[in-house]
């Protein structure tokens, strides 16, 4: 029983992952104007993709199908793409920095579904690594004028 649960939480943080790889995707093709701006997304959807290739790992290694899409999370990813034709820069930032409280959430109550073997290794990795881009988010959209 707790196996399904492990695979449920694990799959949950891994459509969630996807729809951020998808969202950052969208991101750098319009805000492709400034290199800082594209240098700060391009690590942030380095370290997204970097989580969902370990998420997939966790979710096959407890027997579980990992899902291929985002299902309904990808809809975030269009809300960017919305808004950084619509309102520019700024918004499409605050939008990315929006979709990083989210993820934290997220982290934070699949997390707590986990064994306690299993939660303990994937907070060290991937819970710091979701406060870091939730980070530079924040940062950017504070420095954006």
């Excluded at 790992?57 to 990808?74: A, I, K, L, M, Y």
Aim: hydrophobic share 35%; proline share 1%.
């Amino acid at each position: 029983m707790q196996t399904d649960k492990n695979v449920e939480a694990l799959s949950s943080l891994l459509r969630g992952e996807i729809s951020a790889v998808e969202t950052y995707d969208q991101a750098l093709e319009k805000l492709n104007d400034d290199a800082t701006i594209t240098q700060e997304l391009r690590r942030c959807r380095s370290s997204h993709q970097n989580r969902v290739n370990m998420l997939r790992g966790e979710v096959s290694r407890f027997g579980g199908q990992p899902p291929d899409g985002s299902g309904t999370w990808g809809t975030f990813a269009k809300l960017v793409e919305g808004g950084a034709k619509i309102f520019g820069k700024k918004a499409a930032i605050a939008a990315l920095e929006e979709g990083e409280d989210h993820g934290l959430k997220q982290y934070r109550e699949d997390l707590a579904k986990l064994d306690a073997s299993v939660r303990s290794t994937l907070e060290a990795l991937l819970l710091s690594e979701q406060e870091k881009t939730h980070r530079a988010m924040s940062t950017l959209k504070k420095t954006i004028h």
